[in-house]
């Protein structure tokens, strides 16, 4: 506002030497200046008041790094838009909208499609978008901002495939001509899933594979008790990013796991494991909680003693040796201990694996430390 002001005052101006020294040249000009001065900020609020901006988010959960598309609506009124840009915390960069919906050669409404990607797991407020109008002579300005809350987006964490340095921790051995997770005690069928090598003709589900569901396999009661166990320590002593890269590793542990026949997952705050088998059915509600993880403080994660059967990832996101004495117990397979990598330096032994910027180590069945001997 204050350039049309100026205008309008050298209008005047111009008004007031005409009238001192008899120079009706200097009349036109003059009004011209006083007219544009005062009709240009009426004009840009009538505009910005008949405009409107919409936006819709093509998806309210997006991974990290990957993009997000939204689609942002902006309208006009009968008096057009003679100049403007579209903010919104999506795009960055404001949008020029010049000469998109002028009065006359413009269109009535105009669809700009913007791709935003987030670094980091969680839930992110977005502010609603904003319209900045002006004149071409960049006069006078209005803001029209859009009449709804901020958007929620939640930002899951990413996956990778985990790179195995050594033997493939992920998938049952079925040397011994039987699934190793088969409890011998287990009698009581709890269901089916799809057949895996190894795994007794007995138990075998024939009347599925008349009708053509394919090779399926009675499960039994005590078989969750022996799928692998991922724990998710989130006590967290360093940056941030340490507990980011430990639930980056629990997540994609947990998709690795469930192609050898599924896995339970342990997380902070909850006394019984959240099962997740190789149809990933309840995988959508886990993968939520880890992007809801924030860094807590108390014990380590327990069960009771003896309560599994199958091998044991343990994700820490500070650094410790060996795994917590409580839960180790009660596990009576593999386990392994992964930590960030920037953590891994007191680790004397070879990782495992690798997975989203940590490492994994096995321990063995009861917990044992692994750090550096000292010298004699």
Known sequence: MNKAAGVAAAGGVLILFALLFDAAPLFVPGLGLVFMGLGTPVWISIAARGARVHRHLHSDRVVEDE?????????????????????????????????W??????????????????????????????LVVHDPLELACAVRSAAVP?????V?????????????????????????????????????????VGTPASRIHWPALARGAGLLERRLAADGDSRPLVVLDARCSGPAEHLDAAVRAAASLVLELTRGGGCSLLLPGDRRPMDIDSGLGSWPAAHVRLALIEPSAGQAPALAAG????????????????LPARLAS?????????LPTPVCDRMSAAPAFEVTGCRGYVL?????????????
């Open 67 to 99: 993009p997000l598309e939204a689609t942002i609506e902006v309208s006009r009124g009968p008096w057009g838009l003679p100049g403007g840009e579209l903010q919104d915390p999506l795009a960055g960069a404001p949008v020029s909208l010049r000469g």
């Open 101 to 130: 919906l002028a009065p006359i050669t413009g269109e009535r409404t105009a669809n700009v499609r913007v791709v935003a990607r987030f670094a980091r797991r969680g839930r992110v407020s977005v502010d609603p978008p904003s």
């Open 150 to 154: 901020a958007d929620e987006v939640l």
């Open 156 to 196: 899951l964490p990413r996956t990778e495939r985990v790179h195995w340095l050594g033997r493939d921790l992920a998938h049952p051995d079925a040397a011994q001509g039987r699934s190793p997770s088969e409890p011998l005690a287990a009698v009581e069928v709890d269901g089916l899933r799809p057949y895996r």
């Open 307 to 322: 309560a599994r059967r199958g091998k044991l990832f343990y994700i820490s996101a500070q650094p410790i040796e060996r």
């Open 330 to 338: 009660s596990c009576d397979g593999i386990g392994v201990l992964v």
């Open 364 to 376: 063995g069945a009861r917990p044992r430390s692994l750090s550096r001997e000292r010298a004699a």
